[in-house]
């Protein structure tokens, strides 16, 4: 028996092999936290620590053959101990500041040459205390904080490191960084030009080694230019990150090409020792052209935000007591009425006040055939107007339009920083540090073995150059750039980026029914009518009180009610539970309506409607009850069809390993009837929202990764808790918002493209990083030994960076 008293935690639970302990010195704390699991993890007796901040819950297993309990014990308690001891810089002080709303900036940044450039802004915006979370990318030029500075703060912060920042809050914002992208690929690919022509003729020369000195003065005179015009970006660079006490792949350009330069000038003056004019004129050039290529890769990686913005137009057609007049699209306000010709793009999101067209919207949707749009109906910006003239009313403007938020999701995916790209990143922040080191202790080595200056100098410059953090910072963006805008081409649009990386790792895919597997367009085909009431009255009752209902049965009822031609009433009362049914007075009367759980734990006795709802049933056909002032009125019978593409995605997935099964609020005898003709043999019936949640969490228990796809207000606790959720874009705004990727149009075939997606994702991240760590692996020591020259390294270094996100472009494919 265990006669240790903790003094640091509270011992809550216990088993042969797992223990879970509460501790005040964890909770709320993330860095505490990491350093007792770091602490931790380095006893190989302990297998796996589990915490849970907001509780200061830890739960621990191990091996008590290698470490009994008791040992354990005494072990957590001089740990904790210690940790307390240690101020944290997470702690109550920090907190204080964001007890106010917090707010997210997203920005565009110009002027990173490299990763490095990334990590270091990134670096100085988290040490800000009013900055929560920073994330900076390279690969898309953006960067995300959150936190309590404005945008003007940032921009400030960015701008004292020598970058510039840009809004991206409108589509027309997002238009104009495009054309900037285009004009700084121009201005990239004009400095290379120019570089190189000046450069091969005293590259020329120099491997002629040459004794007549108007050549080695030609050479100085075509090198000055290079260095201090095409060049000019990395000492400017270089300098200011000497005042940060920080350096990146500019200052290692910087030191090598000015070691060069700055050595070749007092040997051209007194007329001896080795000139570098040739190596300080080829390391720009090559270093040039691979910024070049880089930007010109980095553009094609972002084909898809491209054409989401290129949906919007530029103008509108603004009606005003009937008069017409152009406005750009900013200036388009919330009720301006619209007209759109036929042809033409609808400028932004609005409802059809007059007119019949169709309108097509397969680039927003994904659905190929064009929708018909009449009166009332919802229109979305970017998409193509058909035959007809609308006039529409705008009813959501810049980023709260449809197609702006569907930029904005893809720009969060490609900008998410990957669990995998978190250990790179630490990586990175010591590369440049420890290669600058290395080029010393290369030219220090060669001195001390009796090599001439020259020889040593040289080696040290090609250390410099050799190395490439770039082609590590890019091997994870790259790919998730061009996965997420793959997958945004193929329908699926990812909220999370994480989530692209973890799709990959599914064996559990749980379904809901209605309006998932089925295609959530069902009709009432069956009425059962215990009351006196005529049928008519039945359907008018059933549909007032479900008119309020956003669930798919209440809108097959209300369609039903509008086919009979009737007049729906005004509901006095109304109240949802949510996945089980409604109550609602219409009328003077009391209607209660939904499942047959529902209904009995109201008090009533539908033992009369049992027979026919069971044929319903067992026609696949959904049972909804309805009681009228607490006696049983009658039962519907609503009919939804399975989706085309229902069978082929759950077919793909099985043979793919995936465990799938289904779990809806639905019949027992529907459910299984539905799954039947799906493939689906587990099946999980009369399901509660909080029994969803308890089902995704035992297969989480359990170690598996589990996937949630669904539609519905009741599916959201499910679908935010999975480890990934995927939403049916035609379902609720709710369970989109919980979800990390949306598949668009319904189409759950896409599920498996987008498991196949991450798949492929992971795969090229994991050959990039492998390439880029084998290169520098490889390359470093092969300089330090002598055995390359500047020029070859500095070609082979930017060549690197381009092979990473060629191979990321593989994903397109």
């Known amino acids: 028996m265990d006669t240790h008293t903790p003094t640091h935690y509270t011992l809550v639970h216990q088993l042969s092999r797992r223990i879970r302990i509460i501790s005040p010195v964890l909770k709320n704390d993330a860095e505490r936290s990491t350093i007792f699991e770091i602490i931790l993890k380095k006893r190989p007796e302990i297998k796996k620590v589990r915490s849970v901040l907001a509780l200061g819950s830890v739960v621990i297993e191990f091996d008590p053959a290698g470490l009994p309990k008791k040992n354990l014990f005494i072990l957590l308690d001089a740990v904790l101990g210690n940790i307390a001891q240690r101020q944290s810089s997470s702690h109550a002080p920090h907190k204080k500041i964001f007890d106010g709303a917090l707010q997210e900036i997203d920005l565009a940044v110009e002027g990173m040459s490299c990763a490095s450039c990334a990590l270091l802004i990134e670096m100085v915006l988290k040490r800000d205390e009013r900055v929560k979370h920073a994330s900076v990318n390279f690969g898309t030029s953006t960067l995300t904080v959150h936190g309590q500075l404005s945008k003007a703060d940032v921009d400030e912060k960015v701008a004292g490191l020598g970058y510039k920042t840009y809004a991206m809050d409108t589509l027309s914002q997002r238009r104009n960084l495009i054309d900037k992208e285009h004009l700084r690929i121009a201005e990239a690919k004009r400095r290379f030009i120019w570089s190189s022509v000046l450069s091969f003729p005293v590259v020329a020369v120099g491997m002629a080694m040459p004794t007549t000195r108007w050549l080695h003065w030609m050479q100085f005179a075509l090198t000055t230019p290079v260095v201090f015009w095409a060049g000019r970006s990395f000492f400017i660079k270089a300098w200011r990150l000497a005042k940060q006490r920080t350096a990146n792949m500019d200052s290692l350009i910087a030191l090598g090409v000015g070691s060069a330069y700055g050595y070749s000038l007092p040997s051209l003056l007194r007329r001896s020792g080795h000139l570098y004019f040739e190596a300080a004129a080829a390391i720009i050039s090559f270093v040039l052209l691979g910024r070049f290529l880089e930007e010109r890769a980095k553009g094609k990686a972002g084909e898809a935000i491209r054409q989401l913005v290129d949906l919007q137009?530029?103008?509108?057609?603004?009606?005003?007591?009937?008069?017409?007049?152009?406005?750009?699209?900013?200036?388009?306000?919330?009720?301006?009425?619209?007209?759109?010709?036929?042809?033409?793009?609808i400028p932004t999101d609005g409802i059809v006040v007059q007119g019949l067209s169709t309108v097509d919207e397969s680039m927003v949707t994904g659905e190929s055939i064009p929708v018909i749009k009449d009166i009332g109906n919802?229109?979305?910006?970017?998409?193509?107007?058909?035959?007809?003239?609308?006039?529409?009313?705008?009813?959501?403007?810049?980023?709260?339009?449809?197609?702006?938020?569907?930029?904005h999701m893809v720009d969060q995916a490609q900008s998410t920083k990957l669990p995998i790209q978190k250990q790179v990143d630490k990586i990175s922040a010591v590369f440049v540090p420890s290669v600058m080191v290395l080029s010393a202790l290369t030219m220090g080595g060669w001195l001390l073995a009796g090599a001439s200056f020259s020889f040593a100098f040289g080696n040290a410059i090609t250390v410099l150059l050799i190395a490439c953090p770039c082609a590590l910072g890019l091997a994870t963006p790259a790919a998730i750039m061009v996965g997420a805008g793959q997958a945004a081409r193929e329908g699926?649009?990812?909220?999370?980026?994480?989530?692209?990386?973890?799709?990959?790792?599914?064996?559990?895919?749980?379904?809901?029914?209605?309006?998932?597997?089925?295609?959530?367009k069902p009709k009432v085909t069956d009425l059962v009518k215990l009351s006196r009431l005529s049928e008519d009255k039945i359907i008018l009752l059933a549909a007032?009180?479900?008119?309020?209902?956003?669930?798919?049965?209440?809108?097959?009822?209300?369609?039903?009610?509008?086919?009979?031609?009737?007049?729906?009433?005004?509901?006095?009362?109304?109240?949802?539970?949510?996945?089980?049914?409604?109550?609602?007075?219409?009328?003077?009367?009391?209607?209660?309506?939904?499942?047959?759980?529902?209904?009995?734990?109201?008090?009533?006795?539908?033992?009369?409607?049992?027979?026919?709802?069971?044929?319903?049933?067992?026609?696949?056909k959904t049972p909804v009850f309805m009681a009228i002032n607490g006696k049983a009125a009658a039962v519907f019978g609503i009919a939804d069809k399975a989706r085309p593409q229902a069978i082929h995605a759950i077919r793909h997935l099985q043979k793919l390993g995936i465990e799938t099964l289904m779990v809806t609020g639905d019949t027992a005898k529907t459910a299984h009837y539905i799954a039947a003709k799906v493939g689906i043999e587990t099946v999980i019936a009369n399901a509660k929202p909080d029994e969803k949640l308890a089902i995704i969490r035992q297969f989480q228990a359990e170690g598996k990764n589990v996937g949630m796809i669904g539609d519905g207000i009741n599916d959201a606790p499910a679908l935010a808790a999975a480890n990934v959720g995927f939403a049916i874009g035609t379902g609720t705004d709710i369970a989109i918002e919980s979800a990390d990727m949306t598949l668009v149009q319904g189409d759950i075939s896409r599920v498996t493209s987008a498991i196949q997606l991450s798949t492929d994702t992971i795969r090229i991240i994991k050959q990039n990083l492998f390439w880029a760590f084998a290169y520098n692996v490889v390359a470093i020591p092969v300089a330090s030994l002598g055995k390359l020259n500047p020029m070859i390294a500095s070609g082979a270094m930017a060549l690197s960076s381009v092979s990473v996100i060629v191979n990321s472009l593989r994903l397109n494919k």
């Open 492 to 520: 699926i649009y990812i909220r999370n980026g994480e989530s692209l990386e973890t799709a990959a790792k599914l064996n559990v895919i749980v379904f809901d029914k209605t309006g998932t597997i089925t295609e959530g």
């Open 313 to 345: 137009p530029q103008t509108a057609t603004r009606i005003t007591d009937d008069k017409e007049t152009i406005v750009g699209i900013d200036d388009i306000i919330i009720d301006d009425i619209l007209l759109v010709r036929p042809g033409e793009k």
């Open 378 to 407: 919802k229109v979305i910006g970017g998409c193509v107007n058909g035959s007809g003239v609308l006039r529409i009313r705008a009813t959501a403007v810049g980023m709260d339009t449809v197609l702006a938020g569907i930029v």
């Open 544 to 620: 007032s009180a479900e008119h309020n209902s956003e669930h798919f049965l209440g809108k097959a009822i209300v369609a039903y009610a509008r086919e009979h031609s009737l007049e729906l009433q005004e509901c006095s009362y109304f109240q949802s539970a949510t996945g089980r049914g409604i109550e609602a007075e219409v009328d003077g009367k009391k209607l209660l309506l939904g499942n047959h759980d529902w209904l009995v734990d109201q008090g009533v006795n539908v033992e009369g409607l049992l027979t026919a709802a069971s044929q319903f049933a067992e026609q696949g």
